[in-house]
Nanobody
Framework: QVQLVESGGGLVQPGGSLRLSCAASGSIFSIYDMGWYRQAPGKQRELVARITRFLSSNYADSVKGRFTISRDNAKSTVYLQMNSLKPEDTAVYYC??????????WGQGTQVTVSS
């Protein structure tokens, strides 16, 4: 099993930037598809961005052109660079790992608040 620990959340003004990190341990990182999800109060958890073990990526329409997902297999870490942040990006952001056999794993989440 893989363990996931997110970091990098916080309070930022509209238009600002943050970089989230998710460090994985306990398994071979390179075989997992990795993703970032978010959940705002009163809303369902939604996919923000995903990067496969083959390095293909996809994004929610709401973040295209503003967010970039990347991974460093040597460091067992996936990143989410968030630029031009908006108040509607406020949410708890969760790291997700999908193993081709054993399925989904989740981090504990990190809060991102965009407010002036």
């Amino acid at each position: 099993q893989v363990q996931l620990v997110e970091s990098g959340g916080g309070l930022v003004q509209p238009g600002g930037s943050l970089r989230l990190s998710c460090a994985a341990s306990g398994s071979i990182f390179s075989i997992y598809d990795m993703g970032w999800y978010r959940q705002a109060p009163g809303k369902q958890r939604e996919l923000v961005a995903r990067i496969t073990r083959f390095l293909s990526s996809n994004y929610a329409d709401s973040v295209k052109g503003r967010f970039t997902i990347s991974r460093d297999n040597a460091k067992s870490t996936v990143y989410l660079q968030m630029n031009s942040l908006k108040p509607e990006d406020t949410a708890v952001y969760y790291c997700n790992a999908v193993h081709p056999v054993s399925g989904d794993y989740w981090g504990q989440g990190t809060q991102v608040t965009v407010s002036s």
